[in-house]
């Protein structure tokens, strides 16, 4: 059964640099997962901020980045801004049809 | 413009049934795969299950396994999630969700409360 594992929560300052990560309980995250990321505010739908790894969705602020860090999948935010304090969910795509949420990162910015 | 438009939810008791439909608009539907992903108050995202464009290929999460089905109608531009034996933990907002470029989900629904109570 796999898991997808995410810091429950993390801060940072205003105009600081974070890095959210997305690893797997059994073996490392790679390219060949297709990781995506998602920011989710209160009552609203997920919306995406990166997908295969390092792709930044359309109107994504390059302010956000993503990577594979050692065998995680990561999330760089470098000059944090008040409005990304935000629940962050990584998604990794398994294969056959199948994927899997990460358990969501709540980012503070003060 | 994508529009992703769910309906069907509501209060239902243990054990009950109810059937969730996703309306789709503003691309063809016929060529994305789907799905439906849900969140439980206070709680992470969860996918449920995936749908092929045409239906030739479907997944569901372990969770809800022999429980509910997929099932979308490319003619009515609609997918549907009809969910069986409903406990007090499915309760959650549905959401219907496209699948785009790099297997992301590119275009999310509102989302529809679906609340499993006695």
């Known amino acids: 059964h796999t898991v997808v594992t995410q810091e429950p929560s993390f801060s940072v300052s205003p105009g600081g640099t974070v890095t959210l990560t997305c690893g797997l309980t059994s073996g490392s995250v790679s390219t060949t997962y297709y990781p995506s990321w998602y920011q989710q505010t209160p009552d609203q739908p997920p919306r995406t901020l990166i997908y295969s790894t390092n792709i930044r969705a359309s109107g994504v602020p390059d302010r956000f980045s993503g990577s594979i860090v050692g065998d995680k999948a990561a999330l760089t935010i470098t000059g944090a801004q008040a409005d990304d304090e935000s629940d962050y969910y990584c998604?990794?795509?398994?294969?056959?049809?199948?994927?899997?949420f990460g358990g969501g990162t709540k980012l503070t910015v003060l | 413009e994508v529009q992703l438009v769910e309906s069907g939810g509501g209060l239902v008791k243990p054990g009950g049934s109810l059937r969730l439909s996703c309306a789709a608009s503003?691309?063809?539907?016929?060529?994305?795969?789907m799905n439906w992903v849900r969140q439980a108050p206070g709680k992470g995202l969860e996918w449920v299950s995936s749908i092929s464009s045409s239906s030739s290929y479907i997944q569901y999460g372990d969770s809800v396994k022999g429980r509910f089905t997929i099932s979308r109608d490319n003619d009515k531009n609609s997918m549907y999630l009809q969910m069986n034996y409903l406990r007090v933990e499915d309760t959650a907002v549905y959401h219907c969700?496209?699948?785009?470029?790099?297997?992301?989900?590119?275009?999310w629904g509102q989302g529809i409360l679906v609340t499993v109570s006695a």
């Open positions: 503003g691309f063809t539907f016929n060529t994305y795969s």
């Open positions: 969700a496209r699948v785009g470029l790099g297997t992301r989900f590119d275009h």
């Open positions: 998604l990794l795509y398994m294969g056959s049809g199948i994927w899997v």
